[in-house]
Protein backbone atom coordinates (compact mmCIF):
# COMPACT_ATOMS: atom_id res chain seq x y z
CA UNK A 1 0.00 0.00 0.00
CA UNK A 2 1.33 3.73 -0.94
CA UNK A 3 2.27 5.36 1.92
CA UNK A 4 0.29 8.70 2.86
CA UNK A 5 3.76 10.32 2.50
CA UNK A 6 4.46 9.12 -0.94
CA UNK A 7 1.06 11.73 -1.97
CA UNK A 8 2.91 13.68 -4.20
CA UNK A 9 -0.17 16.41 -3.79
CA UNK A 10 0.04 16.06 0.04
CA UNK A 11 -3.46 16.15 0.36
CA UNK A 12 -5.26 13.94 3.40
CA UNK A 13 -6.99 10.93 1.33
CA UNK A 14 -9.56 10.05 4.29
CA UNK A 15 -9.74 6.23 2.46
CA UNK A 16 -6.58 5.73 3.17
CA UNK A 17 -6.97 6.49 6.58
CA UNK A 18 -9.72 4.47 6.90
CA UNK A 19 -7.41 1.82 5.73
CA UNK A 20 -4.68 2.57 8.48
CA UNK A 21 -7.39 2.43 11.45
CA UNK A 22 -7.92 -1.23 10.08
CA UNK A 23 -4.59 -2.29 9.69
CA UNK A 24 -3.74 -1.04 13.34
CA UNK A 25 -7.19 -2.53 14.16
CA UNK A 26 -5.69 -5.62 13.25
CA UNK A 27 -2.07 -5.51 15.01
CA UNK A 28 -3.68 -4.69 18.14
CA UNK A 29 -5.54 -7.62 17.85
CA UNK A 30 -2.64 -10.10 16.74
CA UNK A 31 0.37 -8.47 18.80
CA UNK A 32 -1.62 -7.39 21.72
CA UNK A 33 -4.60 -9.70 21.68
CA UNK A 34 -6.83 -7.24 22.52
CA UNK A 35 -10.75 -8.62 22.69
CA UNK A 36 -13.60 -7.97 20.23
CA UNK A 37 -15.45 -5.10 22.45
CA UNK A 38 -11.69 -3.47 23.38
CA UNK A 39 -10.90 -3.24 18.97
CA UNK A 40 -14.88 -2.37 18.61
CA UNK A 41 -13.98 0.68 21.12
CA UNK A 42 -10.81 1.62 19.22
CA UNK A 43 -12.49 1.66 15.87
CA UNK A 44 -15.23 4.01 16.99
CA UNK A 45 -13.06 6.68 18.88
CA UNK A 46 -11.03 6.57 15.68
CA UNK A 47 -13.57 6.67 12.97
CA UNK A 48 -15.30 9.90 15.58
CA UNK A 49 -11.83 11.47 14.76
CA UNK A 50 -12.33 11.40 10.86
CA UNK A 51 -15.69 12.34 11.24
CA UNK A 52 -14.23 15.26 13.20
CA UNK A 53 -12.07 16.03 10.32
CA UNK A 54 -14.29 15.77 7.67
CA UNK A 55 -17.36 18.11 9.31
CA UNK A 56 -14.04 20.80 9.44
CA UNK A 57 -13.21 20.35 6.46
CA UNK A 58 -9.14 18.81 6.65
CA UNK A 59 -8.05 17.41 3.90
CA UNK A 60 -4.49 18.18 3.74
CA UNK A 61 -2.29 16.53 6.23
CA UNK A 62 -0.31 19.70 7.08
CA UNK A 63 -3.08 21.60 8.63
CA UNK A 64 -3.59 18.44 11.21
CA UNK A 65 -1.08 20.47 13.53
CA UNK A 66 -1.10 19.91 17.68
CA UNK A 67 -3.78 22.98 17.96
CA UNK A 68 -6.29 21.36 15.46
CA UNK A 69 -6.13 18.55 18.20
CA UNK A 70 -6.76 20.59 20.96
CA UNK A 71 -9.38 22.27 18.49
CA UNK A 72 -10.96 18.64 18.30
CA UNK A 73 -10.44 18.15 22.48
CA UNK A 74 -12.44 21.70 22.71
CA UNK A 75 -14.98 20.18 20.00
CA UNK A 76 -15.54 17.14 22.47
CA UNK A 77 -16.23 19.50 25.88
CA UNK A 78 -18.14 21.79 24.28
CA UNK A 79 -20.62 18.73 23.04
CA UNK A 80 -20.58 17.50 26.91
CA UNK A 81 -17.95 14.37 26.67
CA UNK A 82 -17.50 13.51 29.55
CA UNK A 83 -13.42 13.80 30.57
CA UNK A 84 -13.13 9.99 31.32
CA UNK A 85 -14.75 9.89 27.17
CA UNK A 86 -12.21 11.92 26.48
CA UNK A 87 -9.30 10.59 27.86
CA UNK A 88 -9.94 7.16 26.05
CA UNK A 89 -10.26 9.12 22.90
CA UNK A 90 -7.33 10.57 22.95
CA UNK A 91 -5.74 7.75 24.12
CA UNK A 92 -7.18 6.10 20.89
CA UNK A 93 -5.94 8.49 18.77
CA UNK A 94 -2.10 8.92 20.20
CA UNK A 95 -1.82 4.91 19.55
CA UNK A 96 -2.74 5.40 16.33
CA UNK A 97 -0.28 8.10 15.44
CA UNK A 98 2.63 6.41 17.15
CA UNK A 99 1.72 3.07 15.47
CA UNK A 100 1.74 5.30 11.60
CA UNK A 101 4.82 6.86 13.10
CA UNK A 102 6.67 3.43 13.30
CA UNK A 103 5.30 1.85 10.17
CA UNK A 104 6.18 5.61 8.04
CA UNK A 105 2.87 5.96 7.01
CA UNK A 106 2.99 9.90 7.86
CA UNK A 107 6.08 12.09 8.88
CA UNK A 108 4.80 14.02 12.12
CA UNK A 109 2.62 13.46 15.43
CA UNK A 110 0.00 16.29 15.43
CA UNK A 111 -0.99 14.00 19.15
CA UNK A 112 2.29 14.94 21.02
CA UNK A 113 2.36 17.55 24.35
CA UNK A 114 -1.40 18.16 23.52
CA UNK A 115 -3.66 19.10 26.33
CA UNK A 116 -4.99 16.66 28.82
CA UNK A 117 -8.43 17.17 30.52
CA UNK A 118 -8.44 16.49 34.55
CA UNK A 119 -10.03 12.90 35.65
CA UNK A 120 -11.53 13.11 39.14
CA UNK A 121 -11.07 10.10 40.52
CA UNK A 122 -14.51 9.10 41.50
CA UNK A 123 -14.51 6.36 43.96
CA UNK A 124 -16.43 3.07 42.19
CA UNK A 125 -19.76 2.38 44.30
CA UNK A 126 -19.62 -0.66 46.70
CA UNK A 127 -21.91 -2.67 48.42
CA UNK A 128 -21.55 -3.60 52.13
CA UNK A 129 -21.01 -7.06 53.48
CA UNK A 130 -24.57 -6.90 54.80
CA UNK A 131 -26.07 -5.73 51.20
CA UNK A 132 -24.16 -8.52 49.71
CA UNK A 133 -25.51 -11.41 51.96
CA UNK A 134 -28.79 -10.11 51.17
CA UNK A 135 -28.42 -10.29 47.61
CA UNK A 136 -26.86 -13.55 47.83
CA UNK A 137 -29.96 -15.15 49.78
CA UNK A 138 -32.72 -14.77 47.23
CA UNK A 139 -34.77 -17.33 45.69
CA UNK A 140 -32.47 -17.52 42.03
CA UNK A 141 -32.66 -20.49 39.67
CA UNK A 142 -29.43 -22.41 40.44
CA UNK A 143 -27.82 -20.84 37.15
CA UNK A 144 -28.57 -17.06 38.44
CA UNK A 145 -26.82 -18.47 42.09
CA UNK A 146 -23.79 -19.40 40.68
CA UNK A 147 -23.61 -16.49 38.20
CA UNK A 148 -23.52 -14.50 41.64
CA UNK A 149 -21.16 -16.43 43.55
CA UNK A 150 -18.57 -16.32 40.72
CA UNK A 151 -19.07 -12.85 40.25
CA UNK A 152 -19.06 -12.06 44.12
CA UNK A 153 -16.78 -15.19 45.20
CA UNK A 154 -13.86 -14.46 42.36
CA UNK A 155 -14.18 -10.96 41.46
CA UNK A 156 -14.93 -11.53 37.32
CA UNK A 157 -15.75 -9.10 35.09
CA UNK A 158 -18.97 -9.90 33.26
CA UNK A 159 -16.91 -11.01 29.88
CA UNK A 160 -14.77 -13.29 31.98
CA UNK A 161 -18.03 -14.62 33.49
CA UNK A 162 -20.00 -15.51 30.36
CA UNK A 163 -17.05 -16.63 28.41
CA UNK A 164 -16.71 -19.55 30.80
CA UNK A 165 -16.72 -23.18 29.23
CA UNK A 166 -17.19 -26.15 31.67
CA UNK A 167 -13.40 -26.48 31.28
CA UNK A 168 -12.50 -23.36 32.87
CA UNK A 169 -13.64 -24.69 36.35
CA UNK A 170 -11.95 -27.13 38.73
CA UNK A 171 -14.19 -28.13 41.32
CA UNK A 172 -11.72 -30.41 42.83
CA UNK A 173 -8.96 -28.07 42.47
CA UNK A 174 -10.98 -24.95 43.60
CA UNK A 175 -10.06 -22.22 41.06
CA UNK A 176 -11.83 -20.66 37.96
CA UNK A 177 -9.65 -19.86 34.36
CA UNK A 178 -10.68 -17.08 32.97
CA UNK A 179 -8.86 -14.41 30.57
CA UNK A 180 -9.40 -10.96 31.03
CA UNK A 181 -8.05 -8.27 29.47
CA UNK A 182 -5.31 -8.81 26.39
CA UNK A 183 -6.40 -12.20 26.66
CA UNK A 184 -4.08 -12.37 29.56
CA UNK A 185 -5.13 -15.79 31.47
CA UNK A 186 -5.59 -15.96 35.62
CA UNK A 187 -6.55 -18.91 37.90
CA UNK A 188 -8.63 -17.74 40.56
CA UNK A 189 -9.39 -19.63 43.37
CA UNK A 190 -13.25 -20.53 44.76
CA UNK A 191 -14.23 -21.12 48.02
CA UNK A 192 -16.90 -23.88 49.47
CA UNK A 193 -20.20 -22.22 48.63
CA UNK A 194 -19.25 -20.80 45.64
CA UNK A 195 -18.02 -24.89 44.31
CA UNK A 196 -21.88 -25.70 46.01
CA UNK A 197 -23.92 -23.44 43.85
CA UNK A 198 -21.40 -24.29 40.56
CA UNK A 199 -22.03 -28.19 40.92
CA UNK A 200 -25.69 -27.81 41.80
CA UNK A 201 -26.19 -25.77 38.69
CA UNK A 202 -23.98 -28.27 36.35
CA UNK A 203 -26.43 -30.96 37.42
CA UNK A 204 -29.42 -28.81 36.20
CA UNK A 205 -27.58 -28.19 33.31
CA UNK A 206 -26.72 -31.90 32.62
CA UNK A 207 -30.49 -32.60 32.77
CA UNK A 208 -31.47 -29.63 30.76
CA UNK A 209 -28.92 -30.31 27.80
CA UNK A 210 -29.76 -34.00 27.76
CA UNK A 211 -33.70 -33.13 27.70
CA UNK A 212 -33.11 -31.22 24.46
CA UNK A 213 -29.86 -33.37 22.86
CA UNK A 214 -28.05 -30.43 22.53
CA UNK A 215 -24.36 -30.91 23.52
CA UNK A 216 -21.85 -27.86 24.42
CA UNK A 217 -18.99 -26.68 25.90
CA UNK A 218 -19.92 -23.44 27.68
CA UNK A 219 -20.82 -23.08 31.18
CA UNK A 220 -23.36 -20.32 31.70
CA UNK A 221 -26.15 -21.19 28.97
CA UNK A 222 -29.31 -19.46 28.24
CA UNK A 223 -32.91 -21.55 27.85
CA UNK A 224 -31.88 -22.06 24.27
CA UNK A 225 -28.67 -23.55 25.60
CA UNK A 226 -26.81 -20.89 23.62
CA UNK A 227 -23.96 -18.94 25.59
CA UNK A 228 -25.34 -16.18 27.61
CA UNK A 229 -25.39 -12.39 27.01
CA UNK A 230 -23.05 -10.05 28.93
CA UNK A 231 -26.56 -8.52 28.10
CA UNK A 232 -28.29 -11.08 30.55
CA UNK A 233 -25.84 -10.95 33.77
CA UNK A 234 -26.65 -6.82 33.96
CA UNK A 235 -30.13 -7.05 33.58
CA UNK A 236 -30.05 -9.83 36.43
CA UNK A 237 -27.77 -8.16 38.71
CA UNK A 238 -29.72 -4.49 37.94
CA UNK A 239 -32.81 -6.46 39.01
CA UNK A 240 -31.23 -7.72 42.22
CA UNK A 241 -30.19 -4.05 43.14
CA UNK A 242 -33.80 -3.54 43.55
CA UNK A 243 -33.81 -5.35 47.13
CA UNK A 244 -31.10 -3.14 48.60
CA UNK A 245 -32.47 -0.04 46.81
CA UNK A 246 -29.46 0.55 44.67
CA UNK A 247 -28.43 0.95 41.10
CA UNK A 248 -26.31 -1.46 40.65
CA UNK A 249 -24.15 -3.15 37.48
CA UNK A 250 -21.65 -6.12 37.53
CA UNK A 251 -18.75 -4.22 38.29
CA UNK A 252 -20.46 -3.28 41.41
CA UNK A 253 -19.87 -6.88 42.73
CA UNK A 254 -16.76 -6.49 41.95
CA UNK A 255 -15.51 -3.82 43.14
CA UNK A 256 -17.31 -5.19 46.40
CA UNK A 257 -15.23 -8.11 46.28
CA UNK A 258 -11.86 -6.65 45.98
CA UNK A 259 -13.12 -3.81 48.74
CA UNK A 260 -14.30 -6.45 51.33
CA UNK A 261 -10.91 -8.56 50.80
CA UNK A 262 -8.63 -5.27 51.47
CA UNK A 263 -11.18 -4.60 54.62
CA UNK A 264 -10.63 -8.22 56.19
CA UNK A 265 -6.89 -7.46 56.18
CA UNK A 266 -6.12 -9.06 52.43
CA UNK A 267 -2.37 -8.28 50.73
CA UNK A 268 -2.73 -5.64 47.83
CA UNK A 269 -0.75 -7.46 45.71
CA UNK A 270 -3.13 -10.34 46.21
CA UNK A 271 -5.98 -8.49 45.16
CA UNK A 272 -3.95 -6.73 42.13
CA UNK A 273 -3.49 -10.75 40.97
CA UNK A 274 -7.02 -11.80 41.76
CA UNK A 275 -8.52 -8.72 39.83
CA UNK A 276 -6.18 -9.35 37.02
CA UNK A 277 -4.86 -6.10 37.57
CA UNK A 278 -1.71 -5.13 35.29
CA UNK A 279 -1.07 -2.04 37.66
CA UNK A 280 -0.93 -2.16 41.49
CA UNK A 281 -2.29 1.80 41.08
CA UNK A 282 -5.43 0.32 39.96
CA UNK A 283 -5.80 -1.53 42.94
CA UNK A 284 -5.09 0.95 45.53
CA UNK A 285 -8.27 2.94 44.71
CA UNK A 286 -10.20 0.34 46.81
CA UNK A 287 -8.08 1.24 49.62
CA UNK A 288 -9.19 4.55 49.90
CA UNK A 289 -12.66 3.43 49.76
CA UNK A 290 -12.08 1.19 52.56
CA UNK A 291 -11.00 3.88 54.28
CA UNK A 292 -13.16 6.11 53.36
CA UNK A 293 -16.17 3.51 54.74
CA UNK A 294 -13.87 3.49 57.88
CA UNK A 295 -14.38 7.44 58.87
CA UNK A 296 -18.00 7.29 57.50
CA UNK A 297 -18.58 4.22 60.14
CA UNK A 298 -16.22 6.27 63.04
CA UNK A 299 -18.27 9.40 62.42
CA UNK A 300 -21.61 7.88 62.62
CA UNK A 301 -21.00 5.84 65.75
CA UNK A 302 -19.42 9.29 67.39
CA UNK A 303 -22.71 10.88 66.32
CA UNK A 304 -24.96 9.21 67.92
Known sequence: MEAFIENSENTLNLNTFYEFISEYIEYLFVERGLSPNTEEAYRKDLTFFIDFLEKNSIHSFEKLTRSIINTYIRDMKQNSYSPTSITRKIASLRGWFRWMIANELIEHDPTLSIEQPKLDRRLPKVLTLAEMEKILSQPLSFRDKAILELLYAAGLRVSELVNLDVSNVSLDGGYVRCFGKGSKERLVPIGEEAKLKIKNYLKERDFVLKKTRKKTEVLFISEKCKRISR?????????????????????????????????????????????????????????HISKKRLKDVYFAINND
Request: with cysteine.
Open 231 to 287: QDVYLLVKNLGKVVNKPITPHTIRHSFATHLLENGADLRIVQELLGHCDVSTTQLYT
